[in-house]
């Protein structure tokens, strides 16, 4: 297994970091990697419906799509993602097995944590940590989310979408309490670099691994192009959002006005005005 200690903190190149050793490596991989403000929206989600696009542009937080299924996840400087690529068993790698390695540095930290349900890391019943899994051909890429000392109150506006009507089939984010691994671990002046240096090494001494994959001039050829033409665009970020509807309705001094707009492929495609204002009244 090749280990890659990655300090970009872009989250189109290192989404396509992944892919690019996913689809174009047969090697299996490890990868510690932070992403600066941005929300990963998953695979299957509508982006729009998953967050709040005012505090988005306001806060200039990037926006880019997953090739993995599961929920929306914020990311900050404060938070640290890992990434295992391996031969897939099935359709997918068993999450539990590739997320131990995780757990047990943990565990030496003094964090009690453990798995919970299908994909998530707990400790004393909050989330920390959401893993998500893409299988390609015969290899899987797995990766989570480590909120260690991540700006909460930053993460819940992010994703706090406006109350406005969405139909659609997309996954749905579930709601559940969070919390930053810094506030269970020993040491509490801990800072996420020095928590990145430690679970990189610790994870490389659980594998027997002895020093770091470098990167060559062709790889980054490659994972920049990959970014480039597929993370950085936005038919990939919002355009492949599954269709939906919009609806939304408001009591003007006219009377009420609804709104109906169908969007496929990203783009409006029908819109609606009903309501039982006057026509020639104004608003």
């Known amino acids: ?3 890659l200690n990655n300090n970009c903190h872009d989250p189109y190149l290192n989404h396509a970091l992944e892919e690019y050793f996913l689809k174009y490596t047969n090697e299996d991989c490890f990868i510690l990697w932070r992403n600066k403000p941005s929300i990963l929206i998953g695979k299957n989600q509508n982006t729009l419906k998953e967050i709040n696009l005012d505090y988005v ?3 200039n937080i990037e926006i880019v799509r997953r090739v993995s299924g599961g929920g929306t996840v914020f990311n900050d400087l404060g938070n640290l993602n890992y990434t295992f690529i391996t031969k897939k068993e ?7 097995v590739l997320a131990k390695p995780v757990l047990n540095s ?4 003094g964090v009690d944590a453990e798995f919970s349900g299908r994909n998530d890391l707990i400790v ?6 959401g893993n998500a899994q893409y299988a390609y051909k015969n290899r899987v890429l797995h990766h989570g989310t480590l909120l260690f000392d991540s700006d909460l109150e930053n993460l819940h506006k992010a994703l706090n979408v406006n109350k406005l009507k969405f139909k659609d089939k997309s996954v749905k984010s ?10 269970f671990i020993f040491d509490r ?8 240096n430690f679970l990189i090494e610790d994870v490389m001494a659980q594998y027997n691994v002895k020093k770091f994959y470098e990167l060559g001039e062709e790889d980054l050829k490659k994972v920049k192009e990959i970014a480039d033409n597929k993370y950085r665009t936005w038919q990939w970020n919002y355009g492949s959002s599954p269709n939906f509807n919009f609806f939304n309705e408001d009591k003007f001094s ?3 006005i609804q709104i109906s707009i169908d969007i496929k492929e990203g783009i409006i495609r029908d819109i609606k005005i009903n309501g039982d204002f006057w026509k020639k009244r104004y608003c």
């Open 189 to 196: 002046n801990m800072n996420v670099e020095e928590f990145k």
């Open 254 to 256: 006219c009377g009420l």
């Open 106 to 109: 943990l565990k030496k930290l």
């Open 174 to 183: 579930c709601k559940s309490r969070v919390c930053n691994i810094r506030d």
């Open 124 to 129: 004393d019943g909050k989330k920390f940590c």
């Open 57 to 59: 542009k306001e806060h």
């Open 1 to 3: 297994m090749i280990f």
């Open 90 to 96: 099935g359709n997918f790698a068993n999450f539990k």
